[in-house]
């Protein structure tokens, strides 16, 4: 009896035993291995080890996934922004915290209406309505540097929300020119229409003689082709911008746009100032150039006839076609004319920006020259310069690359010697 209870003492003081190892050994959480392997107890071990695994493997992954959706809203080129049910921030990702100006230690678990406080905003949390966006100046903006944001919550979960931020500031600039353009354009054809149909009204109700009648009539051709090369310009301006870039394999001697830029530039200078302007090419012998011949041409002849246009006629103008060392090669216009004050030198290219309204109409300009010099030399990889000293001249000249510019064939070259007048 005495040795039965022995027996059933020491058993339970074992077991009590490796109940206490089980503890220990949950306590450290090591799964690598159980301290018993055998029986009861080492099943039950086993057992455990196996299930505190298959936990630990799941969270470990659970883990990777959250991690792998985090990384890609921060790759987001939207702002991403998590809040709680009150309207805190739980999470944001680098595009938020620039929209923003958030920073993580600092602004995790604030308000996020006592961090943004634009008021177009604050109108928007507070109505609830966010079936659409509002738009809202970023962290970033000013008055010389507009920034623009539209943002949006997205409700989700128990009161949470998802805020979107995406910066529309190209978008609305874009928007805001071609509201411009259109404003302009209709503007310009506005102008010549109403004189256009001022001259009608007045043939029609007043008895002109036939020396008047003429007058009008050629007045009215005058208006009539101020609105066709206007309608040119824009026809210009959207190929360029709307037709593949020009081809690198099609070469066009420098010298047969040059002599055509020649003729076109004594008839304009005629027409303006009956050619008293002295205007002298000078142009490198027998190089070709890679692109549209209709292209480069009425670039470099906007060009030249800007500084006819601007220079007084007894002043001279220098057009240049020089290869460098380098290879590349500069088209330059050198006029003494008006000059442009600095302040204008920035705006020149847009569309319809004139320094001088009325000298620009007077003499025939629709204030898109500029703009399609500058899409052309784009588009050939060259680039503008403008240099120029208010009342002492102005110098456009165009940088073309090397590798749209080589020097012609020799049997070809014996045919072309150059010209400079
Ligand atoms: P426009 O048809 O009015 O000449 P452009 O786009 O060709 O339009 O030029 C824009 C403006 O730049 C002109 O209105 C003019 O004020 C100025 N400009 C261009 N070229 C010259 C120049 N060579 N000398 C002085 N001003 C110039």
């Known amino acids: 009896m005495a040795l039965a209870l022995l027996g059933a003492y020491c058993w339970l003081v074992l077991d009590a035993w490796r109940g206490f190892k089980l503890l220990q ?27 505190v695994r298959t936990r630990d493997r799941a969270l470990v992954e659970s883990d990777g996934r959250l991690q792998d959706f985090l990384a890609a809203m921060q790759a987001s080129p939207n702002g991403v922004v998590l809040l709680d049910a009150d309207g805190r921030i739980e999470w944001f990702n680098q595009t938020a915290a620039a929209h923003f100006g958030f920073v993580a230690q600092r602004d995790l678990l604030q308000h996020f209406g006592n961090l943004v406080r634009d008021p177009g905003f604050a109108s928007y949390f507070a109505t609830r309505d966010f079936r659409t966006d509002v738009v809202m100046p970023g962290r970033a903006h000013s008055s010389t540097k507009p920034v623009k944001l539209s943002v949006q919550l997205h409700p989700y979960g128990e009161g949470r929300s998802l805020l979107l931020s995406r910066d529309i500031t190209a978008v609305e600039q874009a928007e805001a020119m071609r509201r411009d353009f259109v404003a302009n354009v209709s503007h310009e054809i506005r102008t010549p229409l109403t004189v256009l149909a001022g001259f009608v009204e007045t043939l029609q109700s007043l008895p002109l003689d036939a020396q008047e009648r003429q007058r009008y009539l050629s007045l009215m051709a005058q208006q009539a082709d101020r609105m066709q090369t206007l309608v040119s310009d824009l026809l210009m301006l959207s190929r360029l911008e709307g ?34 302007q002295l205007i002298s090419f000078a142009v490198d012998e027998g190089y070709e150039i890679a692109g549209s011949m209709a292209e480069l041409h009425s670039a470099m002849f906007n060009l030249i006839g800007n500084a006819i246009r601007y220079t007084p ?63 052309v030399t784009q588009r050939h990889g060259a680039e503008l310069g403008i240099a120029s000293t208010p009342g002492a001249g102005s110098t456009f000249s165009i940088t073309f690359p090397a590798s749209r510019v080589r020097r012609m064939a020799q049997a070809v070259l014996s045919d072309t010697s150059v010209t400079v007048a």
């Open 25 to 51: 050994w949950l306590r450290v959480g090591d799964t690598a291995s159980t301290p018993l392997s055998s029986g009861l107890w080492g099943e039950a071990f086993e057992r455990v080890r196996k299930l």
């Open 243 to 276: 037709s593949p870039l020009p081809p690198v394999q099609e070469w066009v001697p420098v010298k047969v746009l040059m002599g055509q830029c020649q003729q076109e530039a004594h008839d304009l200078s005629m027409v303006l100032w009956k050619d008293a």
């Open 313 to 375: 006629p007894d002043k001279s103008i220098q057009v240049r076609w020089r290869q460098m060392p380098d290879g590349s090669a500069v088209f330059s216009v050198e006029d003494h004319g008006t000059g442009i004050a600095p302040e204008h030198l920035p705006r020149l290219t847009e569309r319809f920006y004139r320094v001088d309204r009325s000298r620009s109409r007077e003499t025939g300009g629709t204030g898109l020259g500029l703009a399609i010099v500058k899409h």
